[in-house]
């Protein structure tokens, strides 16, 4: 699958507030209006530290227990990238990617049906979701970050995969399953 160019529909990029002063900065991750927009309530905020080439995902809960999430890169830069698995979009299986950087403020909205996975470009990068539904270990998917059907361009060669991402199916051989929306 090629890479789809620009953000698959679904997805946004949404800029925060940030407030400066002498002290520093205050940043506006979201507020109330966000949240109705979006009909969402936040249930659960993760936080993830990797060092550069960590590569984390491509992880979707499925059923009952999917997702929406909001992701902030908090220190540093990653390559974020979302897979559609919403079997009836023309993108299924298509990725689009957006790097986030922690000093530009910008979080990446991936609504359920959408894989995610992201990879640090720098050392010592912290990552926050705001995640709709609590961690489930049963629904809990995974594709392997390096499935040559999708055919992510990962921005690092050296890369340090866990060994639960790096021994998941492909796309492909999980096409069958009923765990796509």
């Given at each position: 699958m090629p890479k789809y160019e620009g953000l698959i529909n679904g997805i946004v990029a949404k800029k925060g507030k940030i407030f400066f002063d002498d002290r520093g900065y205050f940043y506006e991750k979201y507020n109330k209006q966000f949240l109705i927009d979006n009909n969402v309530n936040f249930v659960q905020?993760?936080?993830?530290?990797?060092?550069?080439?960590?590569?984390?995902?491509?992880?979707?809960?499925?059923?009952?227990?999917?997702?929406?999430?909001?992701?902030?890169?908090?220190?540093?830069?990653?390559?974020?990238?979302?897979?559609?698995?919403?079997?009836?979009?023309?993108?299924?299986?298509?990725?689009?990617?957006?790097?986030?950087?922690?000093d530009e403020n910008l979080s990446l909205w991936i609504p359920k049906g959408f894989a995610h996975g992201f990879q640090a470009l720098t050392n010592d990068c912290v990552i926050s979701y705001s995640v709709s539904r609590e961690f489930s270990k049963e629904e809990s998917k995974t594709i392997n970050p390096l499935c040559s059907n999708i055919g992510i361009k990962w921005p690092i060669k050296e890369k340090s995969i866990s060994k639960n991402d790096a021994n998941a199916l492909s796309l492909t051989d999980q096409l069958d399953l009923e765990i796509f929306f």
């Open positions: 905020e993760n936080i993830s530290k990797s060092f550069k080439g960590t590569i984390r995902g491509l992880h979707w809960q499925a059923n009952s227990k999917a997702q929406d999430k909001l992701v902030t890169c908090i220190n540093g830069e990653i390559f974020d990238v979302v897979v559609d698995l919403r079997k009836n979009s023309k993108t299924f299986g298509m990725y689009s990617s957006q790097i986030l950087k922690s």
